[in-house]
């Protein structure tokens, strides 16, 4: 009955899903790159700025090892284009190569500068585009896929992980380009100087490939269950500072603290042993370097001996200097290996994200609704709500046209709400049919569905901000028209009796705000669309009977033409319905106006009795 897309990916943020026997770096990060070909001017400055920086980094050691020759044999060396270049700047050469020194150090910090502030640019560009393609496919999720998922695991995904990509792109990326072009301008200057000594120095290099194969292999693993372990912190955090009122009431803050020293030490534990394979990889490096240098040295002590030198002295100094840049990298790339690491993991998890598709969608053709919704139809619904088996809606079946009141009545857990979740299309039945104005709902999107729906939910959400704020929520309202709506929703006189009036900061989720009144805004929320369909999830719950009763007034005295379906335990608040449904285990056993079900004597009026107190005392045994 409803659209979907086809190819519906993987959902990674199930690890049990994932085939991770070999972990490849760079698997999911290479998918960084299309965000940020969208700012190219940023990666291709950032790219041509730091291979200028790189040149002017290596100019110094050539002119200290053209210094050293000059003070050794009182004579310019080195390509004549050089030699003019010197004495065309001082007639003296040894200020001449202290000038030089002095101007490369200079366009070394403009142009390494220039580099950064790209990369870093960039990456904080790529970071906001990331957050938000994952809220998108977030927020398009149907209800069923929060259902068994954690807030503060999607939180850590949203925050912490898109976070270690923006550093991977501003600081490991501009690494990476530092390494390749310092590597094979030093390799290439070197092999000109002296072929011999640049094998001895880049033998024992090639050793790195199995060691960091090694690493790579065994690190990722421990990488992406660290990332998990902080998600489940944060989840475990958001549920005790957001119930703390109940922790407290039952004394539970030390059975709450060992949840979270439990969630804290598997995340010390996987941090502990991906640092302990860091920790045997990057001695490695050290180790070769140092063979490297060893055998280096005591070979170009042989090379510069006369009579049958093969550099001079400050060639050899010059290429001493330049192996360090060499080494340099290596021990970046260590570095940069282990932020690859962190990076993919936390790529893995923020992709999973990204490639979420939604089932319930537009299906192809599907038209806007107009006019507003004229009537609303179950014939013989059926659901069951996923990764469940027990039925909740068994053959369901009412029609309520415009301005009917319809109300629904049953115990906890009857099917009630799930009635109203699928009128939202929050749910799809498994089998029967939902019309709209004669049609499928599947017929019509869901933006013109949900617009021309008010709905307020059983527990009222208001968000962070002023009362206006909320109740104006997505909307375009003037003042006249906000303070209509709190009116009809029976909350104009309390806020206007707040000392900052419709300004009010209600608190996170209205905390400052009673129960009455956050369900008070919620209605006038859903009144200020003047929708055509009022949906009520036992709205007036909690409402005391007078300002239910003025509330009720006031809706039908201005709804005449709207539709309304509300869930109710109170039964005053459905009494005045145009009809009402009974319902017991997912089906309606009764059905029919207040009077007509009172004489019935059956579900309806074993509630009404006992909620007013009417019931006999033999009747009450």
């Known amino acids: 009955m409803t659209g979907s897309r086809s190819g519906n990916k993987q959902d990674h943020l199930k690890p049990e899903e994932i085939n991770d026997d070999k972990q490849i770096i760079g698997r999911q990060i290479w998918r960084v790159v299309p965000y940020a070909k969208k700012y190219p001017k940023r990666a291709i400055v950032g790219i041509a700025a730091n291979a200028m920086a790189r040149f002017f980094d290596l100019i110094p050691f050539v002119a200290i090892g053209l210094a050293v020759d000059f003070f050794t044999t009182n004579s310019l060396s080195g390509p004549q284009i050089v030699q003019d270049v010197v004495q065309g700047i001082h007639s003296e050469p040894a200020i001449g190569y202290g000038i030089i020194i002095f101007l490369s150090f200079v366009c070394l910090a403009i142009f390494q500068g220039i580099s950064e502030y790209s990369w870093q640019t960039l990456g904080y560009k790529i970071q906001h585009d990331l957050r938000m393609d994952a809220t998108r496919s977030l927020i398009a999720m149907e209800a069923s896929y929060y259902d068994l998922r954690q807030t503060g695991q999607l939180m850590s995904i949203l925050s912490s992980d898109v976070n270690q990509l923006e550093d991977v792109v501003s600081d490991s990326s501009t690494s990476i380009i530092r390494i390749i072009i310092t590597f094979f301008t030093a390799f290439l200057i070197l092999v000109l100087m002296s072929w011999k000594l640049a094998l001895i120095l880049f033998g024992p290099i090639i050793f790195i490939v199995p060691i960091v194969y090694w690493f790579s292999t065994n690190v990722q693993r421990k990488y992406r269950k660290q990332r998990e372990s902080t998600g489940d912190i944060n989840a475990i955090l958001e549920n005790l500072i957001s119930g703390i009122s109940v922790v407290q009431a039952y004394n539970a803050q030390e059975w709450e603290a060992l949840r979270v020293d439990k969630e804290s030490g598997e995340y010390r534990d996987q941090a502990m042993a991906a640092s302990k394979d860091r920790n045997r990889f990057v001695p490695m490096i050290y180790a070769l370097a140092g063979v490297a240098f060893g055998l280096l040295v005591t070979a170009g002590g042989f090379l510069v001996q006369p009579p049958n030198a093969e550099i001079t002295t400050g060639q050899f100094v010059t290429f001493l200097l330049i192996s360090t840049r060499m080494t340099m990298p290596m021990f970046i790339f260590g570095i940069l290996i282990n932020q690859l690491q962190r990076g993919e993991a936390a790529a893995r998890r923020v992709f999973s994200v990204v490639d979420l598709e939604p089932k319930i969608i537009d299906k192809e053709g599907a038209i806007e609704i107009e006019g507003g919704i004229k009537s609303v139809e179950f014939r013989d619904v059926h659901f069951t709500y996923p ?215 059956g579900v309806y009026s074993s509630q009404w009795n006992i909620q007013t107190g009417s019931m006999s005392e033999s009747s009450t045994e």
């Not at 319809?406 to 049919?433: E, F, N, V």
Request: glycine share 10%; net charge negative.
């Open 387 to 601: 990764n469940t088996t027990t039925k909740v809606l068994s053959g369901i079946s009412f029609k309520v046209e415009g301005g009917d009141f319809l109300g629904i009545m049953g115990h906890t857990g009857a099917g009630k709400t799930t009635i109203l979740k699928l009128l939202m299309r929050y749910y799809t039945p498994d089998s029967g049919d939902v019309l709209i104005n004669g049609k499928s709902i599947d017929d019509f999107t869901l933006d013109s569905l949900r617009n021309a729906i008010g709905f307020v939910s059983q527990e009222p959400f208001l968000f962070f901000g002023t009362i206006k704020e909320n109740v104006v929520y997505n909307q375009v309202a003037t003042d006249d028209e906000v303070k209509h709506a709190l009116q009809l929703a029976g909350a104009l006189e309390f806020v206007e009796n707040l000392e900052q009036g419709y300004d009010t900061i209600v608190g996170d989720r209205g905390v400052k705000l009673s129960g009455g009144q956050r369900a008070r805004i919620s209605l006038a929320r859903a009144l200020l669309k003047s929708p055509s369909l009022l949906i009520l999830d036992e709205a007036s719950s909690a409402l005391d009977a007078e300002t239910e009763k003025k509330i009720q007034e006031n809706l039908l005295s201005t709804g005449k033409a709207r539709a309304t379906i509300a869930v109710a335990h109170r039964l005053s608040t459905i009494r005045n319905a145009t009809e009402i449904l009974a319902m017991v285990d997912g089906a309606v056993v009764e059905r029919g106006k207040h009077e007509a079900l009172l004489s019935n004597g």
